[in-house]
């Protein structure tokens, strides 16, 4: 049996961050603020696990009302995560996720994104895509007070 799952998160851009995307820290003037290190493309894929399962979100499972979360790496969150997806008997498939921002350029942290994803879902690099794109200048994430990103997960029994 296969389930498939959509996720989608955001997180303001602020100075006096790190700016962390996909497990990696990328250097940039402004970071995202959040109760965690505010990894968007990790709590994106987080919830599309989640909701392929029907097992709530990321904020039902890790509130960020709870000091036990407060600054954590979000790659604990997705093996967590991950944890609660195969103890439900899945395994993933696949990942296709898209980061939404005008900077910075993420093209040259794509592969080591990928095999930090990877390498937490137990699937090939070859399985995990992160693509980027611009609002043309549009929105809040063309003024650049913030960033977001989508995922699609396919899960299916082990």
Not at 71 to 94: P, R
Request: glycine share 10%; hydrophobic share 40%.
């Amino acid at each position: 049996m296969y389930r498939i799952g959509t996720g989608t998160d955001y997180h303001q851009l602020v100075t006096g961050r790190e700016l962390w995307i996909g497990g990696i820290q990328i250097p940039h003037t402004l970071g995202a603020l959040g109760h965690s290190d505010a990894d968007v493309l990790l709590h994106a894929i987080c919830d599309a696990m989640l909701g392929a399962l029907s097992l709530g979100d990321i904020g039902y499972h890790f509130p960020d009302t709870s000091a036990d979360f407060k600054n954590i790496d979000s790659k604990i969150l997705l093996q967590k995560t991950f944890e609660l997806v195969t103890a439900k008997g899945y395994k993933v498939i696949n990942v296709d996720s898209t980061l939404c921002l005008e900077a910075p350029k993420i093209k040259p942290y794509v592969k080591q994104m990928q095999e930090t994803i990877a390498n937490i879902l137990q699937v090939t690099p070859g399985d995990v895509s992160v693509k980027a794109t611009t609002t043309e200048k549009l929105g809040f994430v063309g003024r650049e007070e913030g960033l977001m990103a989508n995922a699609v997960v396919l899960l299916c029994v082990k």
